[in-house]
């Protein structure tokens, strides 16, 4: 069938519209590079794995951030509007800028610093075991209304990838990691639920700002009323 796709150009702050024959179970991704191999050699965007591993084809799909090559045309309204995500600076078309996602880890020391033990396993919740599977996206922050306007705040992405190392007992430094979490101002969350709405890995970043949250306030590193903590029923 043809279906109507709306891609956003930056070069000429457009967005420029193909019919392009396409089955259901092509992805976003199968799009571009056919948009890409008939229509236009000059789009650009950016994929690797084509298997939701790498984190590197997010874009913004009928105003959603998703990965490209895990969105199915069958899911998704028509048209089918394509556009850079939000929240990152744009390099050329649908390719963003993701040191801006990297400068937020390292300002946070969000990185494994293992003690000299041998110790190999231990016990800990399964949100934080599965918050090990990030594979850092950044969808999360791109939807995050704080992130773009404060510079200084972490990001759900480092506040999830700092979480497992405050829990993780082969990490030397988990005392200074939640520390970090403190300085990332992670109380100016407003538990919008963004982040977890749109996490491809339904690793739901809320929920673990609001576990580290509980803990800073149980070790009086941040007082109860300045913490934006909601309570939804
Ligand atoms: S819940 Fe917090 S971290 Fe997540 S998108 Fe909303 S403001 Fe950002
Ligand atoms: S938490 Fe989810 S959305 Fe955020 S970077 Fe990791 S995998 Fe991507
Ligand atoms: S191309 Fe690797 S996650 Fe989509």
């Excluded at 990001?155 to 300085?183: A, C, N």
């Amino acid at each position: 069938m043809l279906i109507r796709v709306k891609l956003y150009r930056n070069h000429e702050s457009l967005f420029k519209e193909f019919d392009v024959a396409l089955e259901p179970n092509h992805t976003v991704l199968d799009i571009l590079y056919t948009l890409k191999e008939n229509y236009d050699p000059t789009l650009s965007f950016r994929s690797m794995c084509r298997a939701g591993i790498c984190g590197t084809c997010g874009v913004k799909v009928n105003s959603k951030p998703v990965l490209a090559c895990k969105t199915k045309v069958g899911e998704l309204e028509h048209p089918i509007t394509i556009e850079p995500l939000d929240n990152l600076p744009i390099i050329k078309d649908l390719v963003v800028d993701h040191s801006v996602l990297m400068e937020r880890l390292k300002k946070l020391r969000v990185w494994y610093e293992p003690l000299g033990s041998n110790l190999q396993t231990f016990k800990t919740n399964p949100m934080v075991d599965k918050s090990f599977e990030c594979i850092a996206c950044g969808l999360c922050d791109a939807s995050c209304p704080v992130f773009l306007t404060n510079q200084d705040f972490g990001g759900p992405m480092s506040f999830l990838r700092i979480y497992k190392l405050t829990q993780d007992p082969r990490h030397s430094k988990r005392e200074d990691s939640l520390l970090r979490v403190k300085d990332g101002h992670l109380q100016l969350c407003t538990h919008c639920k963004n982040c977890s709405m749109v996490c491809p890995l339904g690793l739901m970043p809320e929920s673990i700002i609001k576990f580290e949250e509980a803990e800073l306030i149980k070790k009086g590193l941040i007082s109860q009323n300045l913490s934006n903590s909601f309570d939804f029923f």
